[in-house]
T-cell receptor
Framework: GESVGLHLPTLSVQEGDNSIINCAYS??????FIWYKQESGKGPQFIID?????DKRQGQRVTVLLNKTVKHLSLQIAATQPGDSAVYFC???????????FGTGTSLTVIP | GAGVSQSPSNKVTEKGKDVELRCDPI?????LYWYRQRLGQGLEFLIY????????KSGLPSDRFSAERTGESVSTLTIQRTQQEDSAVYLC???????????FGSGTRLTVV
């Protein structure tokens, strides 16, 4: 099956700094990617998505970058806040596009 | 409802017992998914329902696992003869159409003792 992995399992940042979370995906046929945020005891929550015809997409304080050449995805969080502390997952839609494949996740801790 | 609802939120069961987990998707969402999340790990796909089509069961880890869905409503995931390695959070998600970002429920935390 598809393999979606993350370079860093944990990340600690100071409040107010920018955070960058990276993700490598394996299926070059994937054309839709999503970042999810999962807080303790809750289900994953959609943050931002990007299609393969784009290389950058911005939301509120978040930016997703897609590099199809090296099959790399990143999530940038500007002015990180304590409420951003969570596990972040990237997901790709793989072959067929009807379901998503998730990586292990990166645990982000924001230090006040 | 406003979101995906799962019940129970927590379940402790003895090894060898059967358990049934329930998922109520968002009304009108045709696609429904079950995932398993072991402690500290990512989400493992289990099964996918789309409308009245045959479900994609390719992620079910063994024949002890089964799931049903009635039309485009409630789904139940059944685990027979539970084993300790079945301990995990079982997450349900739904989407209005396949391939669009999911809305997840809060999950059922299953502990097999």
């Amino acid at each position: 099956g598809e393999s979606v992995g993350l370079h860093l399992p944990t990340l600690s940042v100071q409040e107010g700094d920018n955070s960058i979370i990276n993700c490598a995906y394996s299926n070059s046929a994937s054309d839709y990617f999503i970042w999810y945020k999962q807080e303790s005891g809750k289900g994953p929550q959609f943050i931002i998505d990007i299609r393969s015809n784009m290389d950058k997409r911005q939301g509120q304080r978040v930016t997703v970058l897609l590099n199809k050449t090296v099959k790399h995805l990143s999530l940038q969080i500007a002015a990180t806040q304590p409420g951003d502390s969570a596990v972040y997952f990237c997901a790709e839609n793989g072959v067929g596009g009807n379901q998503f494949y998730f990586g292990t996740g990166t645990s982000l801790t924001v230090i006040p | 409802g406003a979101g995906v609802s799962q019940s129970p939120s927590n379940k402790v069961t003895e090894k060898g017992k059967d358990v049934e987990l329930r998922c109520d998707p968002i009304s009108g969402h045709t696609a429904l998914y079950w995932y398993r999340q072991r402690l500290g790990q990512g989400l493992e796909f289990l099964i996918y329902f789309q409308g009245n089509s045959a479900p994609d069961k390719s992620g079910l880890p063994s024949d002890r696992f089964s799931a049903e869905r009635t039309g485009e409503s409630v789904s139940t995931l059944t685990i027979q003869r539970t084993q300790q390695e079945d301990s995990a959070v079982y997450l349900c998600a739904s989407s209005p159409t396949p391939g669009i970002g999911y809305t997840f429920g809060s999950g059922t935390r299953l502990t097999v003792v």
